[in-house]
């Protein structure tokens, strides 16, 4: 069974400081990996997805197979940044995927 | 355009009514879903239909009922509502050929 562990609930910084979002998963298979990021009362959006590499809003997030970790990071965090993140797993069945989310971590960006 | 709608953005309603939450995706996915965010802001999937059929049930009471009556298309009807229903209900939709899945903007429940 495919497991996405947040152990962060809550994470404070102030702005300007660098921020790590927490995520580990458990999958037997090939995994793929995704942050979505939801502000305040507003739907979940896709901020990243391990397989484009890329970096959204100056976030990052490297998929680690040896540790089995996908944490979001990034060097100078901003209080537009506060929101809720979670960390997905996604899984193919014969007919569609299946996201797993971990239990999101809260980040607040203090000014 | 709005990718995927939902509707009502809000119900409050009394315990033991029957509701129903809509949804409604214009991306030509073949796959709906509904997640609900309960208090805690866990979220967890309930159900996904591919093309109309039922892919997903996971252990959601019976008083739960999804109906698509066309692939853009997935309602919630939920019976006899309790407590514990009260929560953000999010409906998604992906295809096989796209790499994520689009949420809609939630539908707040409040059971009183």
């Known amino acids: 069974a495919q497991r996405v562990t947040q152990p962060e609930k809550l994470l404070s910084v102030f702005k300007g400081a660098p921020v790590e979002l927490k995520c580990n998963y458990s999958?037997?298979?090939?995994?793929?990996l995704f942050w979505y990021v939801q502000y305040s009362r507003q739907r979940l959006q896709l901020l990243l997805r391990h397989i484009s590499r890329e970096s959204i809003k100056g976030f990052t997030a490297d998929l680690n197979k040896g540790e089995t970790s996908f944490h979001l990071k990034k060097p100078f965090a901003q209080e537009e940044d506060s929101a809720m993140y979670y960390c997905?797993?996604?899984?193919?069945?014969?007919?569609?995927?299946?996201?797993?989310f971990g239990e999101g971590t809260q980040l607040t960006v203090n000014p | 355009d709005t990718a995927v709608s939902q509707t009502p953005k809000y119900l409050v309603t009394q315990m033991g009514n029957d509701k129903s939450i809509k949804c409604e995706q214009n991306?030509?996915?073949?796959?709906m879903y509904w997640y609900k965010q309960d208090s805690k802001k866990f979220l967890k999937i309930m159900f996904s239909y591919n093309n109309k059929e039922l892919i997903i049930n996971e252990t959601v009471p019976n008083r739960f009922s999804p109906k698509s009556p066309d692939k853009a298309h997935l309602n919630l009807h939920i019976n006899s509502l309790e407590l514990g229903d009260s929560a953000v209900y999010f409906c998604a939709s992906g295809g096989t050929s796209t790499d994520t899945q689009y949420f809609g903007p939630g539908t707040r429940l409040t059971v009183l």
């Open positions: 997905a797993l996604r899984r193919w069945e014969t007919s569609g995927s299946r996201l797993t």
């Open positions: 999958y037997s298979g090939s995994p793929e």
């Open positions: 991306l030509g996915h073949d796959t």
